[in-house]
């Protein structure tokens, strides 16, 4: 849900407006002057910022240049009881959105907003899709050696210079956004955009926005315009991740675009053309959703013109040490840490874990791996503790295991500064399971 951000020390105003605005689905928050508000802006995350010009501590012109400093890709609107013009003129130098009187523009304050929205996701595709071009991925590049993988791949290779629909199917985890981007890379298209979405991510009229765009006045917000992501993909590759979670009624005008390369924005009448290929990826059985009603089988026909499984680590544990290496590579550069060697005994207790999130999983604990470790060297001590409990025999002794769970949160969250969003990132689990642990094991007091 996008996030609103309303600084004012006008309590009873701010209700008011907090209130206006989650009516329109936005999430909200509220801050009562300059410090709260930065501290929410860290904690909170908005998308955009609604702050007063006159704060108890501070004035609000100078705060969107703190909040923009702080905070680059978040729209800040400054609204005034007494608006004049050398205030205006230096919000918007201090990268202000907008600058807006209270009263007499209250009927502009949600149409604004919409469209300091509408600047934020827009610029959110465009990082995206920068990111995602420059990420190529060649064939070369995927890791594992196994013939299960090979075979994967040799697949791959062969369906990629075609224009075919292609349905990658496997447990979550095991590779299928890095295989989607191999084929767009080793295609005629590989010159065009490469847009990846997650059908799973969105509530079904937020992905139909996103897919098939909108036009002006289509509904409550909608108060311009709006390309899709067909649009952007015209000409080259749309990667529908997590296809299986599409709502029947998407699936219908997905079809039709497979079918005659046309679709209609929300609120047009009039068919808009596409050249795109589709990749499609889930970890669903796609037949037993056909057979329950819950997918298409016309669709399936589509999307599944060559289908290729994308095998588990349980399926190749030989490639799990190969895997270990290339991420420590990688993470070797993001995080100045240097690894001189990796002891058998690391690599012996890796290829025994189930890992049921598969190569995510994997990456996760190479990179917990890279910060616990002294000297250079992954040893078994830097792995997480069910690693080395159901290993050694600790599993029955709870404060032993305990003990090197607590040492091993302790040291990420060291490692985050105290960020408990990345450290449970980084530790694989909720953040209220983290904050269970912090108040369990008594860390930081």
Not at 32 to 51: F, S
Not at 362 to 382: F, K
Request: net charge negative.
């Amino acid at each position: 849900m996008e996030k609103v951000l309303i600084i004012d020390d006008e309590t009873q105003l701010r209700g008011l407006l907090a209130r206006i605005i989650s009516l329109e689905g936005y999430d909200v928050a509220q801050a009562e002057d300059c410090a709260a508000g930065l501290k929410l802006l860290e904690r909170y995350a908005p998308d955009v910022v609604l702050c007063d010009v006159k704060l108890p501590d501070g004035n609000g012109v100078d705060m969107a240049a703190k909040i923009k400093a702080a905070a680059p890709e978040v729209e800040v609107i400054l609204l005034t009881a007494y608006g004049n013009i050398p205030d205006g003129v230096q919000a918007i130098k201090n990268g202000a959105f907008d600058y807006i009187t209270k009263g007499d523009d209250n009927n502009k304050i949600l149409p604004l907003l919409a469209r300091a929205m509408e600047k934020v996701r827009m610029q959110r595709r465009l990082q995206r899709l920068e990111k995602q071009n420059g990420d190529a991925v060649s064939f070369d590049g995927i890791v594992g050696s196994s013939a299960p993988m090979r075979e994967a791949v040799a697949l791959a290779r062969k369906v990629a210079g075609t224009d075919a629909s292609v349905l990658l199917t496997g447990e979550t985890g095991t590779g299928k956004d890095v295989f989607a981007r191999a084929i767009h890379g080793g295609s005629s298209r590989s010159r065009e955009n490469f847009v990846a979405v997650n059908c799973a991510a969105f509530t079904k009229e937020l992905l139909e926005s996103e897919l098939f765009g909108h036009k002006a006045g289509a509904f409550t917000g909608a108060v311009k315009d709006k390309k899709g992501l067909l649009d952007e993909a015209d000409g080259g590759t749309l990667f529908l991740d997590e296809i299986g979670e599409m709502a029947p009624e998407l699936q219908a005008k997905l079809l039709r675009v497979l079918e005659n390369g046309e679709y209609i924005r929300i609120g047009e009448t009039r068919a808009t053309k596409t050249d795109i290929r589709v990749i499609a990826a889930t970890n669903r059985d796609l037949t037993r959703e056909i057979a329950e009603g819950r997918f298409r089988e016309d669709l399936f026909y589509r999307l599944s013109v060559f289908t290729i499984r994308l095998p588990s680590l349980a399926d190749r544990p030989e490639d799990i040490e190969e895997y270990v290496r290339h991420f420590v590579g990688q993470f070797s550069q993001r995080m100045a840490c240097r690894i001189v060697s990796i002891d058998p005994e690391y690599v012996r207790l890796m290829r025994r874990h189930a890992w049921r999130g598969n190569v995510r999983e994997l990456r996760n604990v190479v990179e917990r791996s890279m910060i616990m470790a002294e000297d250079g060297r992954l040893t078994a001590g830097d792995l997480p503790a069910d690693f080395q409990g159901a290993e050694s025999g600790d599993a029955d002794d709870p404060v032993s295991l305990g003990d090197m769970e607590r040492r091993h949160i302790a040291k990420i969250l060291k490692y985050t500064g105290g960020n408990k969003t990345e450290a449970a990132r980084l530790l694989g689990i909720g953040i209220a399971t983290l904050y269970r642990k912090i108040d369990e094991y008594g860390i930081g007091r």
